[in-house]
């Protein structure tokens, strides 16, 4: 199959695009390098899929139609990953309006150039954030998800409902996965995991909010991938998934996990909950389990270490 991955070169998409590529497909990628976070880590992170001659990528912003045409110029694509986006909770309550402009403008920008050009199957990257502070756990598909807490999460609950409305009008086959918190090899920096490891290594302040009982599920990379390549397989219709490791770990011990796997102690800077921010995040991956056959397997324990592996293996220890 000819694939397209948008924001290829990000910490999902970039392993999303070696994953593709290893199993044969030919893949087009498309990203912005934008200055969210250093643009360089983004360039480390494609450098191994460039040296492929099954992969092509568009140096360009999924808000401007001709980078997009400029993606379905070779020919045919076959299906689409849509990966790119504007990340995170906090930072989008200090620009709500370009969170609106890149997650949901831009993803209307893609979804018409797949009309035109005939392609009419995708997963959604969603994200677990459209729970809001919903109390029932763990979260399923079923719940409403009409209160979302911060414009992050308002811009990926309205992606679904663009996927869903071309579904109903184009037939496109479409699934919205919604992520929980995922971590391993080339995590965002500014993402807690990422962050907690690199201040702690270096014996620097690790600023908690709240008491520390926040919970979150946290899902490693490679069972994300293993989600997202059973749910192209098994793309038809219009499905809501999630995609998390249906186990939670409070802030307190995951802290006290990297403590132990770096081998130091945290210094600890107390501050107050942000707005946005939710108390927990838990997946029910029963319907995922049974439509696609996602079975995640990687524990928190398993998975620092191999993120911290990583990021000594990386130089940045």
């Known amino acids: 199959m000819t694939i397209l991955v948008t924001g290829a070169a990000g910490f999902i998409g970039s392993h999303v695009t070696e994953r593709l590529l290893a199993d044969g497909n030919v893949v087009v990628g498309i990203d912005s390098f934008d200055t969210f976070y250093d643009p ?6 494609i450098a191994a899929a460039l040296g492929q001659k099954r992969f092509t990528l568009v140096e360009g912003d999924i808000r401007d139609a001709g980078q997009l045409e400029r993606c379905f110029s070779s020919g045919p694509i076959d299906a689409v990953i849509h990966l790119a986006a504007r990340a995170g909770v906090r930072p989008s309550l200090k620009n709500p309006e370009l969170y609106y402009d890149v997650n949901v403008s831009g993803t209307l920008r893609l979804l018409e150039t797949m009309r035109r050009h005939g392609t009419r199957r995708l997963l959604f990257a969603s994200s677990s954030s459209v729970y809001g502070n919903n109390t029932k756990v763990p979260f399923s598909e079923t719940d409403n998800v009409d209160n979302p807490v911060s414009p992050y999460a308002a811009s990926k609950k309205a992606g679904e409902l663009l996927c869903y409305t071309y579904h109903h ?12 918190t ?3 090899p080339r995590q965002r920096p500014e993402m807690a995991i990422h962050q907690f490891v690199r201040k702690i ?14 919970r979150r599920d946290y899902t490693f990379i490679t069972d994300i991938l293993d989600g997202v390549l059973k749910s192209l397989r098994c793309l038809r219709g219009y499905e809501v998934l999630n995609l998390g490791e249906s ?13 132990k796997e770096v081998g130091k102690k ?3 800077d ?9 108390m927990q995040t838990y997946a029910d991956i029963d319907k995922a389990r049974g439509l696609v056959g996602y079975d995640p397997c990687v524990g928190m324990e398993e998975g620092i270490a191999k993120f911290v592996a990583w990021f000594r293996r990386a130089g940045r220890a």
């Open 40 to 45: 360089s880590v983004k360039r480390s992170n």
């Open 169 to 180: 009008l184009y037939g496109f086959d479409t699934f919205c996965l919604r992520y929980f």
């Open 182 to 184: 995922v971590y391993g």
């Open 201 to 214: 290594s270096a014996g620097e302040p690790v600023t908690l909010y709240g008491d520390g009982t926040t």
């Open 247 to 259: 186990r939670t770990t409070t802030l307190k011990d995951l802290v006290g996990i990297i403590e």
């Open 266 to 268: 945290a210094v600890i």
């Open 270 to 278: 107390w501050q107050p909950m942000q707005p946005g921010d939710v």
